[in-house]
């Protein structure tokens, strides 16, 4: 009985060791690693097993390596974590790849092999309109009230009367007169006395003459 029962156990031991590996090897041997492109910067992947494609539960051992399209430009080896916005099967890197296209290519080493790569592009962000150097929170400006304009002061208002009052042109005086105006002035005045003297010298030769035919008659 006790023999039975040592080989039954021996068998039984036996049978485990053969269902080990069968049970280890349920997903297969190899991984399927899809590039899915890139979030905000960061490389996106979905790993699932290739046999079964059931999701990876264990830790994923894996290099990111990105190259520039103009091959002038190289990153990496970056790692593979968990990237909550894609689980289960979604994986990303914590680094940030800068603006242009980039061939991403990803190995993983654990639990078993598998490679994905793609060309990803990563576009040019501009900075929201409204931010101070590209951080803090957008928002108008709170209005700010406007003190009420001061009465205008007598002083003021005389300045601004007197500015006023200087403003208007003054009356332009009366031109000067010239020196053809003064020419005909003399030119008058001196026919003036002329024709005067000239009056009073006929009025004295008429005296005489009336003089003198007095003096022949009476004589």
């Known amino acids: 009985m006790r023999i039975r029962i040592a080989l039954s156990a021996a068998v039984t031991a036996l049978g485990l060791l053969f269902l080990l590996p069968s049970v280890a090897h349920a997903h297969g041997d190899t991984l399927k690693v899809v590039v899915t492109g890139q979030r905000a910067g960061h490389v996106t992947t979905e790993i699932t097993w290739e046999n079964d494609g059931d999701a990876v539960d264990e830790a994923v051992s894996a290099t990111v390596n990105a190259v520039s399209v103009d091959g002038t430009r190289t990153l990496g080896p970056w790692v593979l974590v968990r990237d909550p916005a894609a689980a289960p099967a979604g994986w990303t ?82 031109p000067a007169p010239t020196a053809s105006s003064a020419a005909e002035g003399d030119a008058v005045w ?30």
């Open 190 to 219: 001196w026919t003036t006395a002329g024709v005067a003297v000239t009056a009073l010298a006929g009025a004295g030769v008429g005296l005489l003459l009336r003089r003198r035919r007095l003096r022949r008659r009476l004589g």
């Open 93 to 174: 890197t914590a680094e940030v790849l800068p603006p242009g296209s980039w061939k991403v290519s990803v190995d993983v080493g654990f639990p078993a092999l598998g490679h994905g790569e793609l060309e990803v592009g990563v576009p040019v962000v501009d900075p929201a309109p409204g931010t101070a150097g590209g951080t803090g929170t957008t928002g108008a400006p709170a209005p700010v009230a406007s003190a009420p304009a001061p009465a205008p002061t007598t002083a003021t208002s005389g300045a601004q009367s007197g500015s006023a009052q200087s403003a208007v042109p003054p009356s332009s005086p009366a």
